[in-house]
């Protein structure tokens, strides 16, 4: 049994109306649908609007996931009164109005369900007033059993007899519960009403919210002639009703922008959380147990920390075609043209007729019909690729902004007319604005691609003691067509290269990169993409761990050991005689290398000839040493030639100290014309 008829037969009284501190309006009416306007951020603006009576109330229903959005963005427009309130049920309804209530929703099954719910409370039947003890079905009728002040007493009821609560608040307490179940049933939607307060006449009235929908979603028809010439777009845009409400003979527009659109939780109770304070109670006393003294450890040296290692334009694209039936764009069904209105980052096309669709249908409706300059091409967006890309290129010659879509491409003319050619898709394109649309893989036209790089260097220039190489890397691309006879232009699309240098002409800049664009004369061809990067190698003309070389003395230094890190030495002369070689004629700073070479091969002669009277010395420095020990081992006439032998030692050793020093300083004055060079 449904629970109003429950109640009825309980005797109930079901006028009490919900819980409101306002007086119901005389009555509620629901304006029709107007306008609707679909976003593709994922929105749907609702407009409704009709003539409301005096003293009359606005009501409609609308999805619940919609609520949220509805008490964000509702506008009302009333010439003649002010807004007294919105209001619709809870959304937590049934559990509100269940609080506190001895029986619930489950109970409303039966009617004993219900009695045995109510046992203890106070009911008036068939002339008898008791509590209820408990209710059963019985062959005739309804048993109930009640404990009244005689004691129990068994009724049999029958079908139009009451059961009536003497607790009359607790009447109306379950009448709103049984209003709140049977609210709550259609789970999906809520009844909203809006009151309206002021004018005593009948008076034109409407409101719009904004709520979330299913996003309209443009189709596009694009007939390509096969050569250069126009372009005919059509456009069609899928849309949903997901209102809840039937739209009949509605304005519909169709906006694409990209607005910031938020939900918030407006609908929902929000309880807030709050600390808890606890009870305050003495404080608890605890004693840890003596377990006794410890050894203690001894003092551990400090280890250090282990390092940690940081881990590693117009072209046909093919030979001309055949004659054929021409004409299929013009014989295509010409479609109505929405109105375009354009503001800051949106654009809004209004269908020119009114539209009927009915709640949950979807329908395909044509909003733009034009006719765009056209370009076919071959686009290469990979240079790895085997085949380049058919593509059209399309400029946007119209006042607004054509939103992004996916293209069913067709050919308008010559053996491609009226064949589907392939998809494409379109991102939004502003007026003037020009797109490359690809929509198959030609095939025919063959691509190889091949990679090189190589340094030299570029130029020179000089800091004391260091030569300063600039390189140029130069990274090249080269990418051999075969168009095998075909004529038209191709387009490719090469990445960046951070810190290099595009050398070929560059068309066009953007997300593609950097865009080149070369015409194809049927003849296999190779263009080559070149970028040029910079770089720095210095080298250095000594260590400069062992100072200046202008201050080095050869006595505390082991030339022998030491000669590559000598101006002079090995390596250093060598390496910048490869750069001269390799060097420009007229690279800035040649001339001034080529100074710099030239003493570092006078400083090299002159270093290896202090290495040979430093060997001199050495040697006559054993020889000096070899005859004081004889001096002190002879005696008599052999310690006298002992001596003679010494002072020629030590003549010898003398002569070829300042020959070694000789050698040195010379070594070092070309040394010092050389930093001068630098310097």
Known sequence: MRPALLLAWLAIPLAIPLA?????????????????????????????????????????????????????????????????????????????AFRGLPLR???????????????????EAGGTTGRIADAEEAEGGLRLSLLTPQGLRLLLLREGEEVRLTDAALAARIARAAEAMAASRSADERQVEIRLRGAGAAREVGFAYVAAAPLWKPSWRLLVPAGGGEARLQGWAVVENRSGADWDGVRLALVSGNPAAYRQALYAPIRVARPELPVRAAEQVVVAADTGARPVPEAQAERPARAMRAAPPAAAAAAPPPPAAPGFAEDVAALPAASASASAGRVAFTLPAPVALRAGETANLPFLDATLPAERLWWVQDVHARNPLNAVRLRNTGSSVLPDGLAAVYGAD??????????????????????????????????????ASGERPAKVEFRRGVVVIGTQRREEVALAIDPRGARGRLVVDLPRRPGATPRFPVAAEGDFGLRHEAVLEGTPTTLRFVFEREGRQEVPLWDAGLGDPILLRWREVDVEREQRRLPGGPGTLEALRAVLERLPADAPGRDGLQGVTEGLAEARRLLEAARGAIRQYVAAEAVLSRARAAVEDRTGAEREEARRRLNQASLAAERAGGAADAAWEAWQRAVQAVVARTG
């Open 20 to 96: 409101t501190p306002l007086a119901p309006a005389a009555r509620a009416e629901e304006l029709p649908v107007r306008a609707v306007t679909l976003s593709n951020a994922g929105l749907i603006q609702i407009e409704r609007a009709g003539t409301l009576a005096p003293a009359a109330s606005i009501t409609f229903r609308a999805p619940v996931e919609d609520v949220d959005d509805i008490l964000k963005s509702l506008v009302l427009r009333d010439p003649g009164g002010a807004v007294e309130a919105l209001r619709l049920p809870a959304q937590d309804l049934e559990a509100e």
């Open 105 to 123: 929703p489950g109970d409303f099954e039966n009617r004993a369900a219900v009695l045995r719910a109510l046992r203890g409370q106070a009911v």
């Open 414 to 451: 010559g053996a491609e007319s009226g064949a589907y050619l392939g998809d494409a898709e379109i991102r939004a394109v502003a007026p003037g604005e020009t797109r490359l649309l690809a929509f198959a893989r030609d095939r025919d036209v063959l691509l190889n691609s091949a990679t």
